[in-house]
């Protein structure tokens, strides 16, 4: 890849594989920390996120629910970290039971497959985005 090429805004939605597929954590630091350094180097604007609770989706029940939840803080706490030290933005899906608004409304935020987000959650999770990041700034042209 060209190493000039610069860019509006780069979004780096990552994690939920991870997760699921028992990537080995020690291998994610210096995965995560090459990923957002290299995309800081080419955008001013670069926003983070993982995946919300993965272990409170429908689809799972404990004891693997508790390990998934485990899991995702995981990732979560890599990805807040990597993007604290370059300067990324970083937006937090994360929540404890008590608080996650997509276990709480599954229906409306879950696909068929009660794994997958929803159009409903795609919506939430852009608004979100626009709300609390510098996104549509940096990819508004005067």
Known sequence: MDGDVRYDAILISVGGNDVLRRTRFHLLPPQVDRLIGEARARSECVI??????????????????????????????????AAKKHGAHYVNFFHPRSSDPFSREWQRYFAADRLHPSAECYRYVYRTFRETTPLVAAITRA
């Open 48 to 81: 983070c996120t993982t995946t919300p609770n993965v272990g409170l989706a429908p689809a799972f029940f404990p004891p693997l629910s508790w390990w998934l939840t485990r899991r995702s803080r995981r990732v979560r706490d890599l990805f807040a970290a």
